[in-house]
């Protein structure tokens, strides 16, 4: 009987079950090869987020607004009389003295029409001693209705007397004066008034002269929503470019609403009434008017028990949210993911904000993110 030999059969068998096995190792190598590699991918196209915590602080308010430095009063310079001119001095922009001859005027019309101002008087007097002379006869004849007529003449030439007399005393002191207009101020010249040959224009002043002595002022307008955050008798800068961009010190003293084309140059867009005119008293001795400048004024305010940054915060059609950073176990380690929270603001500034509810002081919000992100998307740290 002949013998069959199971040692190559056996050999074949154990030959084929370690290369399957080391078939489904490589598989299961490559699958988790695959799996990491694919992860690792992901991770590297998911968003990349920065977060920040809530944490007390204090909001700062800051006022701004430019405009103009002036003088915060002007005296206007004039004459009793019209005259015309003979010689002007100074012009626009001159800056002048108490006492400064401005403009001198031509004296011989003044001279002719006080010699007709006499002769007018004289001719009253005449006028009124004849009256006198009629009252006696009309008395004496017993005449009271003539008597009283009269008496009422007499009184309107008396007034008319009195008139001349006022006009006599102001030509005599003008030419006394030797007809000149002078500056009663140490100031600016702003406008004038004054051409040579011509008589000054009726209803305006020959001349304005800005008064140093009563100090500047500033003006400017601000969003209606800021001018919350001063008030009349702060104490606020003036930053003028001129003096090396020196910061002014100044007071508050009026808070307006603006009158169109009048004041500082606003800052920002709106209407009228969505804007108010801040007129700062200024004083010191390098400003001379006309100077351009910037108002800023800071307002601390109490202190808030959670601030975030302003990129924080969110809002859609829904309201105001923010996107929390949310952690969870996954077949690979840990993943974040962003989910929404909504919340409810109080006060903020230009860099923060303070969040009244929706979030504790343990949540990490997210500020930036590399892509736009929502409710649920997975996001990664940013190194």
């Not at 008017?289 to 990129?311: W, Y």
């Not at 969870?328 to 380690?333: R, T, V």
Request: charged share 25%; net charge negative.
């Amino acid at each position: 009987m002949e013998t069959v030999d199971s040692m190559p059969q056996s050999t074949g068998s154990s030959r084929r079950k370690r290369t399957v096995g080391n078939v489904i190792a490589a598989f299961a190598l490559l699958m988790v090869t695959l799996t990491l590699f694919s992860n690792t991918l992901l991770n590297f196209s998911l968003p990349q987020v920065t977060v920040e915590k809530p944490a007390p602080g204090f909001l700062s308010h800051e006022v701004t607004g430019t405009g103009t430095v002036e003088n915060a009063e002007v005296a206007e310079l004039n004459l009793d009389t019209r005259l015309t001119v003979d010689q002007v001095f100074v012009k626009v922009g001159d800056y002048v003295t108490a006492g400064q001859t401005l403009v001198t005027f031509r004296t011989e019309e003044t001279r002719d029409s006080l010699l007709d101002e006499e002769a007018r008087y004289e001719q009253k007097k005449l006028s009124i001693g004849k009256l006198q002379d009629n009252l006696i006869e009309a008395k004496k004849a017993g005449n009271e209705l003539q008597s009283r007529s009269i008496e009422r003449d007499l009184t309107s030439a008396g007034l008319e007397l009195q008139i001349q007399e006022r006009k006599i005393r102001q030509l005599r002191a003008k030419l006394a004066e030797g007809a000149k207009l002078v500056s009663t101020v140490d100031g600016k010249v702003v406008e004038l008034n004054a051409t040579e040959g011509l008589v000054p224009q009726t209803g305006r002043a020959i001349a304005r002269v800005t008064d140093q002595s009563k100090g500047y002022s500033f003006k400017t307008t601000i969003d209606a929503t800021k001018a919350k955050y001063v008030n009349v008798g702060d104490e606020v800068d003036v930053i003028v470019a001129s003096l090396g961009n020196a910061r002014v010190k100044g007071r508050l003293s009026e808070v307006n609403d603006p009158v169109s084309g009048t004041g500082g140059q606003s800052t920002g867009s709106g209407s009228a009434s969505e804007r108010k005119e801040l007129v700062v008293e200024l004083s010191d001795t390098r400003l001379k008017g006309g100077e351009s400048g910037e108002l800023f004024a800071a307002k601390r305010m109490p202190q808030s028990r959670q601030l975030v940054s302003n990129a924080a915060v969110r809002e859609d059609d829904s309201g105001k949210y923010v996107l929390l950073l949310k952690e969870k176990k996954g077949p690979l380690g840990n993943e974040f993911y962003a989910q929404r929270a909504a919340v409810t603001i109080g006060d903020s500034d230009d860099g923060k904000a303070s969040i009244e509810s929706g979030v504790t002081m343990h949540d990490q919000l997210i500020v930036s993110s590399s892509k736009p992100i929502g409710e649920g998307d997975r996001v990664m740290m940013a190194q």
